[in-house]
């Protein structure tokens, strides 16, 4: 059995498999050293009797299942339980949202709280609007939130150089305000 190379310009790599040791050996690298030899443990089989899987387990609740509820608790203890829960509860008021230093790129959260136009309204002019640019364009950012941030960054609201706020309401590709806007009750 012969071994076969795509290319007579690669060199090419040995590989000597052994019980206690691996050797890689590389001929032609540009520095010309050789891959040091490499221990290897020799892990013995070992047959393991698998399990079937049960159905309890603690990460899922069964809190909306009555009776399953019924069987552990009663009235009584719920109530206790409740008001062990409220006694420990702790209400934080909102603060506002923290400044970004060292950056010249623009939050996002605060832009959402200082508007207050539906998403979808036109307030800024677009000439030149075509759905494949904005696709395509869209489609180069790893989230909505990094597309508003560049549109931000490069004239958004009021200039659109990319595209990608074709309808003029101010938030680029699907970038939706509304999260922000209800989190603090606006």
């Known amino acids: 059995m012969g071994l076969k190379f795509l290319s007579s310009e690669v060199a090419p790599h040995c590989i000597m498999l052994s019980f206690l040791f691996v050797s890689a050996c590389v001929p032609g690298n540009d520095i010309g050293t050789k891959i040091p030899l490499v221990n290897e443990e020799v892990l013995a089989e070992q047959t393991v009797e698998v399990s079937k899987p049960t159905l309890d387990n603690p990460g899922l609740s069964d809190e909306n299942d009555f009776d399953a509820v019924a069987e552990r608790q009663t009235i ?3 109530a206790e339980r409740l008001k062990r829960n409220q006694e420990v509860y702790t209400v934080i008021k909102p603060t506002n949202v923290p400044r970004r230093t060292n950056t010249n790129i ?7 709280l200082k508007t207050d136009n539906p998403l979808g309204t036109m307030l800024y002019e677009r000439r030149f609007k075509s759905q494949a640019r904005f696709e395509r364009n869209c489609n180069r950012y790893v989230s909505d939130s990094s597309a508003q941030e560049a549109f931000l960054l490069t004239g958004g609201p009021e200039r659109d150089q990319f595209g ?7 938030f680029a590709c699907r970038w939706d305000p509304t999260p922000f806007r209800l989190a603090v009750g606006k």
């Not at 623009?106 to 959402?112: I, K």
């Open 76 to 78: 009584e203890s719920d």
């Open 106 to 112: 623009p939050n996002v959260v605060a832009y959402a």
């Open 164 to 170: 990608i706020d074709p309808d003029g309401d101010g």
